[in-house]
């Protein structure tokens, strides 16, 4: 029996331990206080306001996109909900967009098809090496350049068809009965044939379409005019729908709508783990969630109006815009988010073991349903992560729309409501906090999803 | 048995459509309907697409145009003169023209440096990092800012501006971020709750807000949270926020490396009875910090492109030279301004894509090494 | 650690101080600390060499002359419209000649005193000559760029407001942005202080297919300002202008400042430090006048420089031109 030796207390671990912990807390603590001190001080000192009495006070500027009312003689503080609605409406968009274009482009990036593959990775070689400031700069131009002033507004009625020539009609229609007969006798190069006369096919029925739209004339252009939709370089103007009294009852059907067709598709999932019977699940909720809004339209008298843009002094007044800033906005920010997560799609599907692939294919899967029901799922649990953090770069990145005059949170309030009322401190203390709240908001939605993805795998 | 066969008979070719050219075409471009409609319609846009680029970049740009007359001919493509004209201040913005070798023998031994820590195969990295994280940032800052006991006139920092802030910007921000993110993702890790919880208060803090924020709050609330009259140059508060944002960012991708180290590696250096900081600096580091390459090559990429973003904040960076280039009314003109973001974008994707591939070849080099 | 230790020694090596009695602390430091734009043509510009010129860089200019006898004894420290006052409140620069507007509130909340003004400015509209618009009256519904962060923002929702007019507002952060989408034809109209139409003018493609409307919406009064507390140093940047304004209305210029020294002329001899020490109460020199008109000139030459004819800008007086002409600018005697 030997005690331990006796160890000095500066060699103990959980002493050295403690002392280290302590000199870090007492560090940061110092920071944190002299930094709190200092700027209390200073901003005294330099009449800077500290604390949040600006927030009820009348704003006196103007924001071009407002989703909830706003006017020159609201507050503060209600630009910044305007400015943080505007950062969650691009959040929003710019996510499924950028999901659904990324996940094609990253299954393009492994197709068959040689083109495909080299025009995949030529899109995600480009747009991630190009910073997103240049190319937001780039589409803000490329949407203003070529659009016209509201003058000379583009309206459904305005685009002129040109009617192809009978040469172009007859030669189509032969490429389609080649195709038919080479998909029919499975020739030797039938893909090639089949696609040429596929694509000169649909040309045909493109331009006959066309041609009975132009040639029918009044009645079709006629209803166009109408359709007050119209584009030019102050944005998208569409009719703003007005609901009337008894639209509730049409939300109401909708609703209803929605509980059915989940409850249908329970029902539905039930009987095929029972029977194995598949039910229409896609084709039902379709239905009622068209059908019963309708019937709840037709039966509250239609209680819907729209309220046309009308060309009035320099630009169209009325009806909804969407501005051209959104939509360079948008677009820049899906295209490049795209270009990452069509990487995390590629990484993921590779990740999925080849056997997998090839059992699908023995059970006599279709490449499309393979694709479905057996790899996306099992690569799914690989790509959440990282596609979280792409949401989460989406959301911090629609901040660049300052650069381009977009007013999200950024623009309006850390930078027209900080520049008005000099409240430095408490902006970005606020601008940062939403942020942060909307990451983790985010973060938690994936972890839920991939939880469920989790359990699936059993 | 004559008419048994005894020599046996040359085996028949492949069918035409399963070999050569054929087969290739089959395979890579035509596999299906789909397939074949992609490969025709990318084969229509490209024919329309390629004598667009060419026209742009080749038969109608103009090469020399002193003046710029050319270049605003209807139909003139990219205007390379204008970038040669405008490419000292692209490079160096307002900095002394006379002084400029300063800036150039910077950016010349940076990059030489970082090669030297780069290069897979180089020696003595250990003395090219020390030179680089210690020696090269106090002697570049002295060179670029100026020294007046070496006869070197000071630059003041309003006058930087240009390409080689942007690589100033960057450059910084490795040099402190990798220390910095070491740092924070060892605090990560580590055993003892309070540096762990401060490491990653901070590191979750800083990826949870956007980059802007950052600069905004760098440049207007930093001067507020020091003394009154230590208020830092308007150049030093963007690379502060710089160094903070990629310290971060930095740290996850070496915590990555921590995490993917074996187990045995830790328990095995303090059977050795390596202390702490022993064990970390001689075993578990040099492991992880290698496997991470990548991932650090990474980060520099979008530390890079987020550079950018510091002309919010009013420093000239280069897109904002390409910015101030455009309004000179000497080179007014619609496609001329589009030559200065074209000329941008390629400068960007050049270098991006450079380290991106450096970093995927370190990728397979690693993982050939480890597979075994 | 170390890189961190790094850090905090270059913040130090390139902090600025600042103290009490900003004479002599300019004195100390061997230059002026002025504050300027980040690039507006006519106000305050850098070339592509580092060349600073304009009215605004004039006056910082003409109050080293009068500190150290050397006009080049300033850096300007160019700030955007939104730590400008910032800048000058913590110390950074001594005297914010950036064309700021003088309000009020900037005196009152934020602890700043103006000098006099250097320019009578008003805000109005830049517009396409093809649109046909003569006032601004008739911008109904009419989409307009503005910069952020200015009085001019608030300004126009104001002037849109009163005449119960509507427009779409195009906010961007700096003014290079805002007049390079107004190019792009995103608006009908720009704003901003008349002065800087006419320099914004020029970065247009084609400037002559653009007019300023004769209108003008608000008051602006720019002016250099400086921090409150220091009532030499206050007098010292007002006194500069009116040395400025005064030499002008007495005729003497850059040129013949010189010959003026010996001219019968009591007003010109008490200017010039030839009779009396006026300098001594500002803690200048006795010839602080003569340095000034020497080494930038008098008002009128420095405007004509920056803005006025022999400039791009090409701006007439109007407002700014001699009392005695009919103009706002007016100083009071030295004696």
Known sequence: MRTPPTISL??????????????????????????????????????????????????????????????????????????????????????????????????????????????????????????????????????????????????????????????????????????????????????????????????????????????????????????????????????????????????????????????????????????????????????????????????????????????????????????????????????????????????????????????????????????????????????????????????????????????????????????QTGAAVQVIAVTMVVYLALSLLTSMLMALYNRRMALAER | MSFVRTIPSAPLPPPVEARGAVLWLRQNLLSGPFSALFTFSACAALLWLVPQLWHYFVADAVLSSPDGQACRQPGAGMCWSFIANKMEFFLYSSYPRDQVWRVNSCLVSGAVLITWLLWPSARSKRLGGALFFLVYPVACFWLLHGFEALSLRTVPTNLWGGIFVSLLVSLVGIVVSLPGGILLALGRRSQLPVVRFVSTLFIEFVRGVPFITVLFMANTMLPLFVPENWSPDRLVRPLIGVSLFASAYMAEVVRGGLQAMDKGQYEGAQALGLTWWQMMRLIILPQALTTVIPGIVNTFIGLFKDTTLVAVVGIADFLRTVETARLDPAWAGPTISTSGYVFAGLFYFVFCYGMARYSLLMERRLSSGRKR | MRSVCLAAGLVLALASGAQAGVLDTVRQKGFLACGSNTGLAGFGLADSKGEWSGLDVDFCRAIAATIFNDPTKVKFIPLTAKDRFTALQSGEVDVLARNGTWTQSREAELGLNFGAVNYFDGQGFLVRKKAGVTAAKELDGASVCVQQGTTTELNLADFFRTHGMKYEPAVFATSDEAIKSYDLNRCDAFTTDVSQLYAERLKLVNPDEHMVLPDVISKEPLAPAVRQGDSQWFNIVRWTHYVMVNAEELGITKANVDEKLKSPSPEIRRLLGVEGDFGKGLGLSRDWAYRIIKHVGNYGEVFDRGVGENSRLKIKRGLNDLWSKGGLQYAPPVR
């Open chain 1, 10 to 419: 500066l060699h103990d671990p959980r002493w050295r331990g403690a002392i280290w912990q302590v000199a870090l807390a007492v560090i940061v603590g110092f920071l944190l206080w002299e930094a709190a001190d200092n700027a209390m001080s200073n901003m005294r000192a330099r009449g800077i306001p500290t604390n949040f009495d600006f927030w009820n006070r009348t704003a006196g500027f103007d924001i071009n996109q407002t989703l909830i009312s706003y006017s020159a003689v609201s507050t503060y503080g209600r630009a910044f909900w305007v400015g943080l609605i505007n950062t969650l409406v691009v959040a929003g968009i710019g996510i499924v967009l950028a999901t659904v274009i990324g996940f094609v482009i990253g299954v393009m990036r492994l197709s068959t098809n040689l083109l495909a593959r080299s025009f995949a990775s030529v899109y995600v070689e480009a747009l991630r090496n190009i910073p997103l400031l240049l190319q937001l700069l780039f589409w803000y131009n490329a949407i203003l350049v070529p659009l016209p002033a509201p003058r000379g507004s583009l309206s459904m009625s305005s685009i002129t068809l040109s009617l192809p020539d009978t040469a172009t009609l007859v030669v189509s229609a032969i490429a389609a009965g080649a195709a038919f007969a080479a998909w029919r006798l499975s020739l030797r190069f039938a893909s090639i044939v089949t696609a040429l006369g596929v694509a000169v096919a649909l040309m045909a029925l493109l331009f006959g379409a066309l041609s009975f739209v132009g040639q029918s004339g009044g009645g079709m252009l006629h209803f166009a005019d109408h359709l007050g939709v119209y584009l030019n370089n102050r944005g998208l103007f569409i009719p703003e729908p007005q609901f009337g009294a008894g639209s509730e009852w049409v939300l109401l059907a909708f609703g209803l709508g929605i509980a059915l067709s989940l409850g249908y598709g329970v029902y539905a999932r039930a009987r095929q783990m029972r029977t194995g019977k598949q039910s229409p699940v896609l084709l039902v909720s379709m239905c009622l969630l068209v059908a019963l809004p309708l019937i709840a339209f037709e039966a509250s008298g239609r209680p819907l109006a729209f309220a046309f843009p009308v060309l009035r002094g320099f630009n169209f007044q009325g009806g909804m815009r969407i501005s051209p800033e959104f939509v360079a906005l948008t677009l820049g920010l899906v295209l490049y988010t795209a270009a990452f997560i069509a990487e995390t799609v590629r990484s993921g599907i590779q990740a999925v073991a080849k056997g997998q692939g090839e059992a699908a294919a023995a059970l006599g899967l279709r490449q499309g349903l393979t694709l479905r029901l057996v790899v996306l799922p099992q690569a799914m649990r690989v790509i959440i992560p990282p596609l979280t953090n792409q949401y989460l770069n989406l959301t911090k990145n629609s901040s660049l729309a300052v650069f381009i005059g977009y007013p999200d949170l950024v623009q309006v309030f850390a930078g027209t409501v900080l520049n």
